[in-house]
């Protein structure tokens, strides 16, 4: 089993920057990380994603230019730098492992293990 505990969601307002880091309790010989996000009513989006070795990332059309994604592996913790936020970025952001592919991938039903979910809240 895997722990993933996420932190750093709150409320900001349009235009500032929030960090989310997700601690992982284990890790596996390959693996991706990635961060998903799911507001009221809609479906879980990919938001980022990275390889176990953290040298490729993946971005959600929406928020590249303005989201960083990046782990420490001594620490098996992944983090998403969020710039620039805006409002539609509100929504409770998961952190998800995924122990079978060293590619992270954009569909969240390809992730085993989940944190609890960390809350984002942009106002105008």
């Known amino acids: 089993q895997v722990q993933l505990v996420e932190s750093g969601g709150g409320l900001v307002q349009a235009g500032g920057s929030l960090r989310l880091s997700c601690s992982a309790s284990?890790?596996?010989?390959?693996?991706?990380m990635a961060w998903f996000r799911q507001a009221p009513g809609k479906e879980r989006d990919f938001v980022a994603g990275?390889?176990?070795?953290?040298?490729?990332?993946y971005y959600g059309d929406s928020v590249k230019g303005r989201f960083t994604i990046s782990t420490d592996s001594a620490k098996n913790t992944v983090y998403l730098q969020m710039n620039s936020l805006k409002p539609e970025d509100t929504a409770v952001y998961y952190c998800?492992?995924?122990?079978?592919?060293?590619?992270?991938?954009?569909?969240?039903?390809?992730?085993?293990?989940w944190g609890q979910g960390t809350q984002v809240t942009v106002s105008p």
């Open positions: 990275i390889t176990w070795r953290g040298d490729r990332t």
């Open positions: 284990r890790t596996f010989a390959f693996y991706t």
């Open positions: 998800a492992l995924d122990p079978r592919t060293s590619i992270p991938t954009t569909f969240h039903g390809d992730y085993d293990y």
